[in-house]
């Protein structure tokens, strides 16, 4: 098993450009989460998505898009990138039914110039 | 905002000390959960106490939760370099919902 799946693993972009990080898991988990990381700032959640079909908002969804293609895949877009949105993002599942425990992919590094 | 504050910010120990780190929060929880991070890498779950419990072991881990003071510990025992990492609390809130508030992290030094 892979498990959660991340592409790209860098990216920069320009100032308005826009660009859709994907992330896939193999585990037939069924909540999926977009995280942004920031120095000295742990994780802030972007958007989940409980369940294929479902997605929410999270504590930074502002200027962020998701989509929740299939239960396997769960995909963040910027529409209009700001040098605010430069960050590490990570993707995160669960497999639900009672249980908690997080699993990461390796993160999507981008910086908007 | 985060729900979880860990203590210390950065700890540097030396290989076969034991590193104690704390996390208070400040809402009611279902779970909390420590994480660990490597430079560079995506976080990697340690261990889970849910709320009716007030410790649990694994392996060279130790946690203790105290609903009534809303802390929690971590304590690694006899460290070893390949412990050098970021640690990470983060809390589940009642109601079932999966959904974690994480920490600001501690940042883990060991020494050879």
């Known amino acids: 098993n892979a498990g959660v799946t991340q592409t790209p693993k860098f990216q920069v972009l320009k100032t308005g450009q826009s660009m859709t990080l994907q992330c896939a898991q193999d585990m037939n988990h069924n909540s999926m989460y977009w995280y942004r990381q920031d120095p000295g700032m742990g994780l802030r959640l972007i958007y989940y998505?409980?369940?294929?079909?479902?997605?929410d908002k999270g504590e930074v969804p502002n200027g962020y898009n998701v989509s929740r293609l299939n239960k396997r895949e769960f995909s963040l877009r910027l529409e209009s990138a700001a040098p605010s949105q430069t960050s590490v993002y990570f993707c995160?599942?669960?497999?639900?039914?009672?249980?908690?425990?997080?699993?990461f992919g390796p993160g999507t590094r981008l910086t908007v110039t | 905002s985060q729900q979880g504050e860990e203590d210390p910010q950065a700890l540097s120990i030396q290989e076969g000390e034991n590193a104690t780190m704390n996390c208070s929060y400040k809402?009611?929880?279902?779970?909390l959960q420590w994480y660990r991070q490597n430079s560079g890498r995506g976080l990697v779950h340690l261990i889970l106490i849910r709320s009716n419990e007030r410790e649990k072991h694994s392996g060279r881990l130790r946690v203790t939760l105290d609903t009534s003071k809303k802390s929690s510990s971590l304590l690694i025992t006899a460290s070893r370099a390949a412990d050098t990492a970021s640690y990470f609390c983060a809390t589940g809130t009642q109601g079932g919902s999966e959904k974690l508030v994480f920490g600001k992290g501690t940042k883990l030094t060991v020494n050879p």
């Open positions: 809402t009611s929880i279902n779970n």
């Open positions: 995160a599942s669960v497999r639900g039914q009672g249980t908690y425990e997080q699993y």
């Open positions: 998505s409980a369940s294929e079909g479902t997605t």
